[in-house]
T-cell receptor, first 116, second 112 residues
Framework: GEEVAQTPKHLVRGEGQKAKLYCAPI?????VFWYQQVLKNEFKFLISFQNENVFDETGMPKERFSAKCLPNSPCSLEIQATKLEDSAVYFC??????????????FGPGTRLTVL | EDKVVQSPLSLVVHEGDTVTLNCSYE??????LLWYKQEKKAPTFLFML????IEKKSGRLSSILDKKELFSILNITATQTGDSAVYLC????????????FGKGTKLSVKP
């Protein structure tokens, strides 16, 4: 599609439950980025993919967070055993290329995760 | 540690005013600086700046980068209520694998 699509718009989970968020990048874009925005603070980078390969995962909390981008499927971000501090808006962005050329990232509308 | 600082954090003006939003950065091996406008949902891309002193312009919005002093400004002339949004500044560093470092944003409110 012409826009980055994210589902669901809102997700409510009890502490300890699993949360799974989805992102469909713009068609033809090779790079996908996930960011976390807590309480309207700055975006924090989590992980990026080049097609189905992890490109950079330096921002990813290793214990409970995982992500995948499989061929012919939306990318996903999964949080096992959610904690209150995971409450945030999770944004996905896609870009035609990563390094080597200058390309802006196009953002989706975000998924608001609330952990109770 | 790499960081991006935006000022002011919020700003209230009246329609027709001109505003200047500031973004300063400390980044190892700067590559590019981007401005986004965030209304209720997805941040929308405004400008990408890579070279000092070259103004980018789109309608009433313009932006310029100073790589020596490590800052950028975003100007909006003849503001309209539709300009009300959070304006985000983000920087990409070489070797960062493309991920962006964001400031906290400037919340602009334009009153009729």
């Amino acid at each position: 599609g012409e826009e980055v699509a994210q589902t669901p718009k809102h997700l409510v989970r009890g502490e300890g439950q699993k949360a799974k968020l989805y992102c469909a990048p713009i068609k033809g874009h090779s790079y996908v980025f996930w960011y976390q925005q807590v309480l309207k603070n700055e975006f924090k980078f989590l992980i990026s993919f080049q097609n189905e390969n992890v490109f950079d995962e330096t921002g990813m909390p290793k214990e409970r967070f995982s992500a995948k981008c499989l061929p012919n499927s939306p990318c996903s971000l999964e949080i096992q055993a959610t904690k209150l501090e995971d409450s945030a808006v999770y944004f996905c962005a896609s870009s035609p290329t990563g390094q080597g050329t200058y390309n802006e990232q196009f953002f989706g509308p975000g998924t608001r995760l609330t952990v109770l | 540690e790499d960081k991006v600082v935006q000022s002011p954090l919020s700003l209230v003006v009246h329609e027709g005013d001109t505003v200047t939003l500031n973004c300063s950065y400390e980044v190892t091996n700067f590559r590019s600086l981007l401005w986004y406008k965030q209304e209720k949902k997805a941040p929308t891309f405004l400008f990408m700046l890579t070279s000092s002193g070259i103004e980018k312009k789109s309608g009433r919005l313009s932006s310029i980068l100073d790589k020596k002093e490590l800052f950028s400004i975003l100007n909006i002339t003849a503001t309209q209520t539709g300009d009300s949004a959070v304006y985000l500044c983000a920087v990409e560093a070489r070797g960062s694998q493309g991920n962006l470092i964001f400031g906290k944003g400037t919340k602009l409110s334009v009153k009729p």
